[in-house]
């Protein structure tokens, strides 16, 4: 190796310089800067309009706003920014500087999963530290925007949906309107069908059948026991200065009223037991004011006095009758719709299923109006609770900043394996040259080589001059050695300082 000293100095320089060069032109030191967002979801207001307001998912909103993050219209927008100085760039290397940005940014979860780490590396350190304040204020700035465009979005979408659906409810109603026009009479008011309604309405009529004949035989019993009852009190059983007791149609007056009262507190006014009751009053009314009139002919002297179990028996006649002439009101009437009901028997099944039809369209129609707008009210509570409260809070756990060092591999670390990797080449050069190029330097290893024994050497006599060649040889040697070494560690000096543009 000594021998071939030279080559492996030779190597050494060649390796050094070329690291030099790599150092200089490719080599550039680059800067990290970096900064920590924690996104606070945990608020109290969120638990307390659960189920009031809409509240989507904000924990995945913001794992996925930090995903994407690093797309191609946020980088846009980052270097349209003056703070950048990346405006004036041409269209070429305004694309080639977009993909740079998009594989050298990371966004990404940093301990905790709401706390995210924003880093890039830029050869200029203040370039860096901008980038990253940009990309925290996009952040929390896009978060903030975004959930009030999908805000937005939504109340237009629901908006559109509720008059699609209120056209719809509307042409709905109308055809159910028109329908129960064109079949009136024929739609009953309550949710049964044709046959139950047939059913219900014979029986009602079978139960007032009954009531009328109950009442017909209580009716018929009174008129007899009225028949055996004496009218008047005997003379001998009057009590002197007796008032006259109350006539017969009085008395009948009195029930019929009553069983008006009884009768308007069930039904109408146009009911026709209504009308019956009220033409039995007018005629037992113009009856007494005949009895009172031929009273007054008379000088004011009236029958004799009634008698009292006579009165009580009329009366409950005349409650009988009253009855009994209701009952038979409610009847004729509840056979009218049945046979009415009977006669169109053919069409009520067909009208029937259509209104059915009709009811369920206009019910799931109404049905999805009434859930989109009562989700169009939670989602607008829920967007003033985001204009007027923070559902996420966005903090800046450790602001950008620049670390004073490069990153690794910086220059000097380059620079220092380029030296180690020179010294190396040198040895190695000279090594294999040896390997290749194998030379004898004593009778052992001539023997060793050739295998045959050595008879005997001749020593190799230096002089004077060829000595002092040999040593100028070695000073030359030593002196590049050296040489190498100074320049490597002015090198080092050099890129220690950051001297290197």
């Known amino acids: 190796m000594w021998q071939r000293r030279w080559i492996g100095l030779a190597a050494a320089w060649l390796v050094g310089l070329i690291s030099m060069l790599a150092v200089t032109l490719v080599i550039r030191d680059r800067y990290e800067a970096s900064a920590r967002v924690f996104v ?122 509720i008059k699609s659906y209120e056209a719809k409810l509307t042409e ?125 002919a008379t000088g004011g002297r009236g029958p004799a006095p009634t008698s009292p179990v006579f009165q009580r028996i009329r009366v409950a006649l005349a409650e009988a009758e009253a009855k009994v002439a209701s009952l038979r009101g409610q009847l004729g009437a509840q056979q009218s719709q049945l046979e009415q009901a009977r006669a169109m028997a053919g069409r009520m099944p067909e009208v029937e299923a259509e209104l059915a039809q009709l009811n369920r369209d206009y019910d799931v129609v109404r049905k999805n109006y009434e859930q989109l707008v009562s989700r169009r009210e939670s989602a607008s509570l829920g967007e003033k609770i985001d204009l007027t409260t923070k559902v996420a809070d966005f903090r800046v756990v450790e602001p950008p900043r620049v670390s004073p ?30 390997q290749v190029f194998p030379t004898v330097q004593d009778t052992r290893g001539l023997r060793e080589v050739t295998g045959r024994p050595v008879l005997g050497s001749v020593s190799l006599v230096i002089s004077p001059e060829r000595a002092d060649v040999v040593q100028r040889d070695h000073r030359l040697f030593w002196g590049g050695v050296a040489a190498f070494m100074l320049v490597q560690l002015v090198w080092l000096i050099v890129v220690k300082q950051q001297l290197l543009p």
């Open 405 to 434: 060092t490069p990153a690794k591999p910086s220059r000097m670390m380059v620079a220092v394996l380029g030296m180690i990797a020179a010294i190396g080449a040198g040895l190695a050069a000279a090594f294999a040259l040896t």
């Open 172 to 296: 709905s109603e109308n055809r159910l309107k028109d329908f129960k026009l064109r079949n009136f009479g024929l739609t009953g008011t309550s949710n049964q069908d044709y046959f139950a309604r047939m059913s219900t309405a014979t029986e009602e009529v079978n139960r007032l059948r009954v009531e009328l004949q109950a009442a017909e035989q209580s009716r018929d019993a009174l008129r007899r026991e009225l028949s055996q009852e004496e009218p008047t009190m005997p003379v001998e059983a009057m009590v002197p200065g007796m008032v006259a007791m109350q006539s017969e149609t009085e008395s009948r007056l009195d029930a019929q009223r009553r069983q008006l009262d009884d009768l308007l507190r069930r039904y109408t006014d146009a009911h026709p037991d209504v009308t019956a009751a009220r033409r039995s009053i007018a005629q037992l009314e113009q009856q007494r004011r005949s009895e009172l009139e031929s009273r007054k």
């Open 40 to 161: 606070d979801t945990q608020t109290v207001l969120k638990p307390l309009m659960t189920g009031l307001a809409f509240q989507p998912d904000v924990d995945q909103q913001v794992r996925m706003l930090a995903r994407t993050l690093i797309s191609r219209p946020n980088i846009e927008q980052l270097i349209q920014s003056p703070r950048v100085g990346l405006t004036h760039l041409s269209n070429a290397d305004r694309e080639r500087t977009i993909d740079r940005l998009a594989k050298e940014i990371r966004v990404a979860p940093s301990g905790d999963a709401n706390l995210f780490a924003i880093t890039y590396r830029d050869i200029n350190n203040t370039r860096a530290q901008v980038v990253v304040e940009e990309l925290v204020a996009l952040f929390v700035t896009s978060g903030v925007s975004d959930k009030q465009r999908d805000s937005e979005q939504a109340r237009k979408f629901l908006d559109d949906q």
